[in-house]
């Protein structure tokens, strides 16, 4: 199996290929760096046009990568030699909006009728302020990501709608301008921040109580720097409780065979 | 009626109203200048997940602004103030892939099952160009811009597929870089070039005979420059022949609510 060091260095079809004999069941950050990491949402395919238009009419929140064929479980666009039933370490099965079961394969849930959504995540950006000496504060204290609920509505697609999830990283007052032009070369990964300073300007009462991830500790001179979050789209298709959907288990995402670089504005 | 320079300087809504009234029944061009412009294609329900998709597979050619609600003709995104059936000077009315009328207002033809598409238009970018002081010679010369059938074939959405047709501006050696970058500031209009140089390595075998549009001049030290075109998901779709679909009329565009530089990256 290697060391993380090791696991770094992979390319995303041996990355994969450890996914699916499940010699690697875990998280995916670290894997295969370069590489793009996207969020799973399968859908039936009468709630995939609303989905589609969801994610058309929100880009910030829900930046889709790649939209597959009905019944199809492999992405043409980011990773054509892959299958999106079993290339992923854990998969979350919902009926009815309830989380039924979390298999390391979701081959046996797979149907005809359905079509998978894959979406940018913020690995990405997060790679590209690391790079430009902008800490990121959740990665070095080891704990996920800190996420709150927005007053800021998303715009809503037939039966999907909802408020926008936002992730939080603090980060030097000095750094705040770069922060934003790195980030916003991205824009099909959140780009630029969606809000600034503070967060009761968005509906955030308690920045120390997340309603997704963890708390990080926010230092003198640092400023909380806000971004569209993929869960979002998520949040939205389970407020409509869906006979069924499947996604990825948090932090468990798909490896596609782009690089980041991909994603930056051309 | 006015003068041209006092049309430049109406609000959209002025703009459309004059359009309603058909007290303005010609192109766009000109109007309302600062604000964007868009293509308009209108297909039924059952259409409207491949175009949809289409768009997101394909979004050099094909960008999205805004996508109507079933049945709906207002454009909540670009200009909630509006109808679609009958604020642009004139429509194509197509049947079974054949133009069928060209009236100039689409009431009797609209259905409880249509949805209506909004794509960018170059109008935008080519202003942002003369701004920068680079030349736009269709402009200069009065005529059409050349349009040319390509050798890339699109990504294929379910019925939908077809090549990339590109428009063509000649520009400046010295002024490449920068036109390269200020459209490049507009991904949601066809953003930067697709090709620069040689028009036999896309696949175009006479520069001075485009597929659509009118040819211009090409002079000494310029270079031929290639953008991706909003005619596009237009050949795609009548590719299909579907039994009913309604598009604006060539120059004949929608003016939205929104400035061109909402468009430029954030």
Redo the contacts between chains.
């Keep these: 199996m290697g060391s993380k060091r090791h696991l770094g260095k992979l390319s995303p079809s041996k990355a994969r290929e450890m996914i699916r004999t499940n010699e690697w069941t875990g998280p995916t950050a670290g894997i295969s760096n370069g590489y793009t990491q996207a969020n799973l949402v399968v859908v039936t395919k009468d709630l995939?046009?609303d989905l589609?238009?969801f994610?058309?009419?929100n880009p910030r929140p829900c930046p889709?990568l790649d939209?597959t064929?009905v019944g199809k479980p492999v992405p043409?666009?980011t990773a054509p030699g892959s299958d999106l039933r079993t290339d992923l370490p854990r998969y979350r099965i919902w009926k009815d909006g309830f989380l039924v079961d979390e298999p390391l394969d979701m081959t046996d849930y797979w149907r005809d009728d359905m079509v998978a959504f894959l979406l940018g995540c913020s690995f990405t950006f997060e790679g590209a302020l690391l790079e430009a000496g902008i800490p990121v504060r959740h990665i070095e204290e080891g704990r996920n990501v800190p996420m709150y609920i927005t007053n800021m509505e998303c715009?809503r697609a037939?039966s999907l709608h909802g408020p926008m999830v936002v992730s939080m990283r603090p980060v030097p007052h000095s750094m705040v301008s770069r922060a934003v032009m790195i980030t916003?070369r991205f824009?099909s990964v959140h780009?630029?921040p969606v809000h600034i300073g503070d967060p009761s300007v968005i509906g955030i009462r308690e920045i120390n109580d997340p309603d997704f991830g963890d708390r990080v500790t926010l230092k003198e001179g640092e400023v909380p720097v806000f971004w569209a979050c993929g869960v979002t789209p998520q949040a939205a298709l389970m407020k409509t409780r869906p006979p069924f959907a499947i996604t990825h288990s948090p932090g468990h995402m798909f490896i596609t065979d782009k690089r980041d670089l991909d994603y930056a504005?051309?």
Tied chains: 1, 2.
């Design positions: 995939a046009y589609l238009l994610c058309q009419r889709l939209v064929e043409l666009m715009r037939g916003g824009p780009g630029s504005i051309f």
